[in-house]
């Protein structure tokens, strides 16, 4: 679903025009990315029954080049994991 698909059907679903949908979706989207910057010290940002953004730290390590063989530096990395609450995975159906 793209974006547009979405506010399109936040606007259907809340009674609102386009215009208003966007709005509502850039601040709820302002606002998880904003958790998450205040995230960075315990690295868990959790939204009630929707679910967990979690940063995950991977150290510095070494790797090989699969095509080489030769031993190579994997620098320190960061990703974001998102774990559904129970209440969106029944929702779902999983």
Do not use: Q, W
Request: with cysteine; charged share 35%.
């Amino acid at each position: 679903m793209s974006k547009t698909e979405f506010i399109a059907n936040v606007a259907e679903a809340g009674g609102l025009s386009n215009a208003d949908a966007k709005r509502v979706v850039e601040l709820v989207f302002g606002e998880i990315e904003n958790g998450l910057k205040r995230a960075r010290k315990d690295g868990k940002y959790t939204i009630g029954t929707f679910g967990t953004f979690t940063i995950s730290r991977r150290s510095a390590r070494k790797g090989r080049n699969p095509r080489t063989g030769e031993e190579i530096d994997i620098k320190e990395s960061k990703s974001l994991r998102f774990r559904p609450s129970s209440a969106l995975k029944d929702a779902a159906g999983c």
